[in-house]
């Protein structure tokens, strides 16, 4: 009988306004929440402005001023460099869209796994962030938005240099920017989803040895250097790398940046980039719960 009344009572209009009202107001306090976090974020970021963009810039630049400048200006440069001869005069081309896929994920994986090292260590500054009023999930889906930026900016740093530093220019035709647009962004998450789950994997004391073990290795095999088409003659790399989701990042921004190259069918690219990002993102926040809450 009791229950009945209760229910007789939150059906009442009065009642159901007062309930919508409610769950208003806590999504109002979430969102204000997630945007204080942000804007917290944003604030260091500002404050370690130099750091990032040397970060950003340093790995891409010796790169292409090493293999796309130096090297192009000696005698016998090309057979010094195989890649560069089998792509010839296109090379600046083809890894325009492989070095920004790489700043994307090393900012993306910089951004969340190696702050997170330092708030799960001994201080556990984690605590302080998840007593604010939002539930912890959204804390760490703060965490991936937060570094999708900084790739994002990272992405718009390299272009510059991708383009200006070769001693041939790229050729680049964006044909669809609302594609490219989706691209960085799948591909930003992504890499932000990619640093979550390895932030949250590993101890701390660990994440140095990470980097040399996972993300080297997954930007070596990323298509990064040559398009997922040239391997043909390597079938079995050719299959086997298509676990690594640097390579539907490196391929997506080859389709909207430099469409003349071989690569992947656009579709394939964009739904792969998505079963990343909710795979990663799952793992992501069962560890960041499992760390925080375990």
Known sequence: MTQLAEAENTST?????TIRAA?????TQYGRAFV???RRDLHVLRRELFPFIIRVCMNP????FVFTYVIPHMNAGAAMNPTASMAGNAFSTVLLPGLMAVAIMFSGIAAVALPLAQEFGITREID???MCPLPVPFVAIEKICF???QSVIAACIVYPLAYYVPATHPTTHVSSWPFLILIVALASLTAGALGLTIGTSVKPQQIGLIFGVVVIPITFLGCVYYPWA?????RWLQVGVLINPIVYMSEGLRASLTPTLPHMNPYIIVGMLLVSLCFLTTLGIRGFLRRVIG
């Open 61 to 64: 630049l010796l790169f292409l």
């Open 13 to 17: 209009p009065l009642n159901r306004q």
């Open 128 to 130: 302080d962030r998840v």
């Open 23 to 27: 769950q208003s107001s806590k999504l």
């Open 36 to 38: 204080g976090l942000f």
């Open 147 to 149: 570094s999708a930026v």
């Open 230 to 234: 040239a391997l043909t003659h390597i």
